[in-house]
C-alpha cells in the first residue's frame, strides 16, 4: 500500500494495482472528468508485466513492473512524474527502463536502477534531490 496527499495504491500479492481517492490531476491514472475515486479501481498499465512495486507523492504516482519499467501519472508542474512535460498525467505512461526500487517524496521520485545508481527526478527547490 502506499498513500498521497489524498489518493492511495493497493498492490496485490498478484501484481495488480487498484487505487481510490483524489484523481484531480490524474494520479490514479483516471481520465480528467473523473475527479474523485470513491471505491477500489484497477490501474490500467499499458504494456505491462506483474505490477512488483507502488510509491505515491502527494498528487503523483510511480509503478514499478517485473520488467524493471516504471511508470507514471499524475501533477506534472514539478516533474515528478518524470514525463518530460509540466503537464498532468491522466493516464499511467512509462517513465523510465531498468528500475529496481522507487520512492516519492510530495513533489519528486527517487529511483535506483540494476545497476544501483540513483537516479531523481522533480521538485529540487529544498535539495531534495541531492543536487548541489
Known amino acids: 500500500m502506499a498513500c498521497g ?15 481510490m481517492g483524489d484523481n484531480r490531476y490524474g494520479q490514479l491514472g483516471r481520465p480528467s472528468e473523473m475527479l474523485r475515486i470513491r471505491s ?9 508485466c506483474s505490477i512488483r ?6 498528487h503523483h504516482s510511480i509503478i514499478v513492473d517485473e520488467a524493471r519499467t516504471a511508470y507514471g501519472c499524475g501533477e506534472g508542474r514539478y516533474g515528478a512524474v518524470g514525463h518530460a512535460s509540466q503537464n498532468n498525467s491522466y493516464e499511467v505512461v512509462p517513465v523510465a527502463i531498468g528500475i529496481q526500487k ?19 527526478w522533480g521538485d529540487c527547490s529544498h535539495g531534495q534531490l541531492g543536487l548541489a
Open 40 to 48: 477500489l479501481e484497477k490501474l490500467e498499465v499499458p504494456n505491462a
Open 53 to 58: 512495486q507502488i510509491a505515491c507523492g502527494a
Open 5 to 19: 496527499n489524498q489518493h492511495m495504491l493497493l498492490l496485490t500479492n498478484i501484481g495488480t494495482v487498484y487505487g
Open 102 to 120: 522507487i520512492a516519492c517524496g510530495a513533489r519528486h521520485t527517487l529511483a535506483i536502477n540494476e545497476y544501483g545508481r540513483a537516479y531523481g
